[in-house]
C-alpha cells in the first residue's frame, strides 16, 4: 500500500477528489481509501500543532503514480 499526503485542501476540495476518483471507476476500500485529518491547535499559544493534510491510501502503485502527478 502506498500513501500520498495532500496538505492544506478543505473539506469540499477533498470531496471532489474523491467523487473523480469514483468517476474513474476506483472503488473506495478496494482501490483507495483516504482520511482527512483537521489542524490542531496549542491551547496555550494558538500555534499549530498538526496542520490540516488528507492522507490517500492507495492499494496498487499505479493508481498512487497517477494520483501523485494529477494532484500534487
Do not use: C, W
Not at 474523491?18 to 483516504?34: E, M, N, P, T
Amino acid at each position: 500500500m502506498l500513501q500520498v499526503i495532500l496538505p492544506h485542501k478543505t473539506v469540499p476540495e477533498i470531496m471532489d477528489i474523491v467523487y473523480a476518483l469514483r468517476a474513474q471507476g476506483l472503488i473506495q476500500g478496494i482501490h483507495f481509501d483516504f482520511a482527512y485529518n483537521n489542524p490542531t491547535y496549542d491551547p496555550i499559544t494558538g500555534h499549530a500543532i498538526m496542520e490540516r493534510h488528507t492522507v490517500f491510501t492507495f492499494h496498487e502503485e499505479k493508481y498512487a503514480t497517477l494520483f501523485s502527478l494529477k494532484y500534487i
